[in-house]
């Protein structure tokens, strides 16, 4: 049974577990979840619900604090997509790229971001160093791919502008750049960043290793069915027992169940996004597409797709998913992204696949992720990623526990902290306006 966040109301032990190529290759160290059982009561300042990257980093930084901190995840370690994405460390969240933010807010604001995006990657980096993190980091060009013409000149303004006004280090790079590289097709031209990849499911492993270490206590298996405010304390009923906490922080992004809290109902869209990772590439396939070293790439389709060279040799392609959660395994769902795979590279028509999977992202409407606080201060929530978390959502969880704690240094005025979420209007009209963006991507994004 797959989990369908706009369909169930709770994420449960029992829903199919991801069957990712990391979860094939590693087994979480962390609290085996076979160690919950039901407990009577239990007591805590903070309640971190959602025990993925924000709600772990969020736990560290409460018990650095030297706050009593308890996380549950209704699921095993890495359940959500802190354990099953593809694990690019990228600068930035949401969907607007800093010349969008110019555009919209200024250039004050879109300075005060890019400290933020920075700060994310930096606190990913720093964390790995400092906790002796073992997670697969490969660094290696990361490399923005233009669909058309058209996108190609958009591109290299965007990269000219972050350069100039970000001091970034953009190399702007032609159609006949890339194909000495690379043989991908339809690419006509593209940027080239120092990039970095990690393997996402250690990196959920290693966050709660340092959270458990910190103190904090971790609860797997052990879904919130129901929060009650009682005002001076909230109740939150979980399939284990009750627990009391003063605070609450939501950091289930899209793995919240329909109907959770009122807080975050109808203000994201959790949107599917799937991955195929093949079998090895032989030298002669490495030689034809040129995917002989670490690199990763992202293309400028509105339905991206995203690739990366993994350290086996294989190759990890990812792109849209199926509408519905019953969908995400269907052979025509694993079909299509592999299609698109020997669209861009004609070589590897006849590769086999080696594992499929797929994971919700959470969109916020306005494409711009939120980290805000309700109730006096009482539940926070950071979420609505647009599915660029990796380093995001864990500076996000630090964020949130920053402001629960009432810390001043944070600069408020920034769009990701001034204002809630925004609602959907017509929520249960979200997936058929999905379907219709699929069909003109269909036609219109070849
Ligand atoms: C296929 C895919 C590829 C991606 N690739 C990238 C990438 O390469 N780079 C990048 O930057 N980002 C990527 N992302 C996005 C990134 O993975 C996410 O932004 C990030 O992991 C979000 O972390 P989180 O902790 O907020 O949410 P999650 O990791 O989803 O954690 C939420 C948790 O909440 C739990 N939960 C939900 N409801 C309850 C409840 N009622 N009670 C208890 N627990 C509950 C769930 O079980 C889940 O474990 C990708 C996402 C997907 C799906």
């Known amino acids: 049974m797959i989990y369908d966040p706009l369909v169930s109301t709770s994420v449960s032990p029992l829903h199919t577990k991801p069957n990712s190529y990391w979860h094939a290759d590693y087994q979480c160290q962390t609290l085996p979840s076979s160690s919950v059982y039901p407990f009577t009561e239990k007591q805590t300042d903070y309640l971190v619900i959602g025990g993925g990257y924000t709600g772990l980093s969020a736990a560290i930084s409460l018990s650095e604090a030297g706050k009593s901190v308890t996380v549950i995840d209704a699921h095993a370690l890495g359940f959500g997509c802190s354990g099953r994405n593809a694990g690019f460390v990228l600068s930035g969240s949401g969907r607007l790229s800093l010349s969008a933010i110019q555009d919209k807010w200024g250039p004050e604001t879109a300075t005060g971001m890019q400290q933020e995006f920075d700060s994310a990657v930096a606190l990913l980096f720093e964390r790995i160093e400092r906790y002796n993190m073992q997670v697969d980091l490969v660094k290696g060009p990361y490399y923005k791919l233009a669909h058309t013409q058209k996108q190609a000149a958009l591109l290299h303004a965007s990269a000219n502008a972050m350069n100039r006004q970000f001091n970034g280090n953009a190399e702007l790079l032609s159609q006949d750049d890339i194909a000495s590289r690379f043989s991908i097709r339809s690419v006509h031209g593209g940027v080239q960043t120092p990039g970095a990849c990690v393997n996402p499911l250690k990196l959920v492993d290693e966050y709660a290793r340092v959270a458990l270490a910190k103190g904090a206590q971790l609860l797997y298996q052990t879904p919130a069915l129901r929060i009650e405010d009682k005002k001076s304390y909230f109740n939150v009923i979980t399939e284990k027992g009750p627990i009391r906490a ?67 040799g294989r190759l990890l392609f990812g792109g849209r998913g199926a509408v519905t959660g019953k969908d995400a395994d269907n052979e025509k769902e694993k079909q299509r992204l592999f299609n698109a795979m020997a669209a861009s590279f004609p070589s590897l028509r006849h590769i086999a696949v080696d594992h499929f999977w797929s994971g919700w992202v959470s969109v916020s409407m306005d494409s711009m992720p939120r980290i805000f606080t309700t109730d006096e201060g009482r539940i926070g929530y950071a979420m609505g990623y647009c599915g660029s978390g990796v380093s995001f959502s864990a500076f996000a969880g630090m964020r949130l526990a920053q402001r629960m704690l009432g810390d001043n240094s944070i600069n408020l005025s920034l769009p990701l902290y001034d204002t809630p979420l925004p609602t959907y209007p017509l929520p249960q009209l979200r997936r058929l306006a999905l379907q219709g963006l699929y069909q003109w991507a269909k036609i219109f994004e070849r």
């Not at 939501?250 to 975050?264: D, E, G, M």
């Not at 400028?300 to 690739?307: G, S, V």
């Open 246 to 312: 003063k605070h609450i922080l939501l950091a289930t992004n899209a793995y919240t169940p329909k109907q959770f809290h009122s807080s975050i109902d109808t203000k994201h869209f959790p949107v599917q996004s799937s991955i195929l990772v093949t079998a090895p590439l032989n030298k002669e396939m490495q030689q034809e597409t040129g995917l002989n070293h670490a690199a990763s790439f992202m293309d400028t389709r509105t339905m991206k797709y995203y690739y990366r060279v993994l350290p086996d």
